[in-house]
């Protein structure tokens, strides 16, 4: 922030991208911004108090929070859950080791995220605050199938109590209606076509 205010030239709108890991356990579904922040791990903490420090420049840029809900895509880590399953199923891999089989997120695509993100750099209003998402959850459980039907293989699923955290968030469900009441329609692939495209099989348009 002090480096763009430093360059001279005053950015049209400025977006810091935070994450919806900060509704934290909220009942709430689907979530709005309105919502009150309540992180219960040390990435969601970080990225609120991004979003403070973001805030304390606020007379200065013209700057916007958004707060995108899971997303995937070719490329993303491997650490990450969607990939992992990706490359098990398209290795025809044995077996995987999971966690929490039943939490639902939303596995948005990344070319919906980034068509938010310019979308909202031309359109946002500064100072306010934007989920990203497409508020279409889907359970880890009911992912699977999917990948066993794209790629006509199945594995043994095993859960590993290593893996199940102990604060999961349960449920990660976004309300799109301020992102599309400020931008209008996404471009929002299913996550059948998501994953066909992770896997090779499908197109990237």
């Not at 709430?28 to 009150?36: F, G, K, N």
């Not at 859950?81 to 490359?87: A, D, E, R």
């Not at 999971?98 to 695509?109: A, I, K, S, W």
Request: glycine share 6%; net charge positive; proline share 8%.
């Amino acid at each position: 922030m002090r480096a763009l205010i430093k360059a001279g030239v005053k950015p049209q709108r400025v977006l810091a991208a935070s994450s919806a890991n900060v509704y934290g356990n909220t009942l709430l579904s689907p979530i709005a911004e309105t919502a009150v922040p309540a992180p219960v791990n040390h990435y969601a903490t970080s990225k609120l108090a991004m979003e403070c420090m973001a805030r304390t420049f606020a007379d200065q840029l013209p700057i916007l929070i958004t707060r995108p809900f899971n997303y995937t895509g070719p490329g993303q880590a491997l650490s990450f859950l969607i990939p992992k399953l990706v490359s098990h199923f398209r290795a025809r891999a044995k077996f995987i080791e999971l966690g929490n089989l039943d939490v639902e997120r939303e596995f948005n695509d990344v070319r919906m995220v980034c068509d938010a993100y310019l979308r909202l750099l031309e359109y946002g209003v500064p100072g306010a605050t934007y989920n990203v998402c497409s508020g279409k959850p889907h359970t880890l459980r009911s992912v699977i199938p999917t990948l066993e039907q794209l790629t006509e293989h199945a594995l043994d699923i095993r859960v590993n109590p290593a893996f199940v955290r102990s604060n999961e968030i349960k449920r990660l469900c976004g309300d799109p209606s301020k992102l599309t009441n400020t931008v209008g329609p996404l471009i929002c692939p299913s996550l059948q076509e998501t994953l066909a495209w992770m896997l090779g099989t499908g197109d990237n348009p």
